[in-house]
């Protein structure tokens, strides 16, 4: 019986490290930028989650035509299909009388673009919301826990920001990216 669990920990011993090295690898990875509209990310990114917020709508609300980056289109993507899945897996374990929809809201504020991922009624307490960032916090059966923290790097290798705010009423995740410039 310990042998078998000696065996278990020295695997999960090697998927840590080999996770870690994926992580570190991914970390130093480039950023293949383009010059590249936020909306159409977003509206690219609502129509491949179709399937998966079919009983979550997600709710666009854009306030500008054209908010322009220069960015990896596919990171950025992937930063808000993280972020998108989060808050549908959070809203689809309400109970049926809670309101059930998630938002996802763009805009430019100064020299920035915003992006605003709300959920409703998913209190996230201060003391997980200092964890969440990291790998392999998860408190979901069968989730990896590797989300939060790949949005963290794409996010930062853009030099751009996130913040998470969350009370009763709702969660909100926001990324602020710099707004394209000669410069970047
Ligand atoms: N929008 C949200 N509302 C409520 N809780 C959230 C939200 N986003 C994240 N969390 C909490 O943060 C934890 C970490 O999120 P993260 O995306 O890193 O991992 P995960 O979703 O559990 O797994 P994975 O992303 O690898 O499938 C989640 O398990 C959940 O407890
Ligand atoms: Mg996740």
Redesign the pocket.
Known sequence: MEDTFDKMQSQIDRLTETISSIMKFSQSSTVSRERINLNQIAQDVLLWMRPLSKYIPVDLIIDSNEIILSVDRIQISQVLV?LL??AI?ATELLPSDQQKNVELKIFINGNEAVCEVTNYHSYISPNDISELFHPFV?SKKG?T????SIVKQIVEMHQGSIDVKSDQEKTVFTVKLPLYSQSN
């Open positions: 993280n899945k989060n897996e998860s989730n826990g590797i989300g939060l």
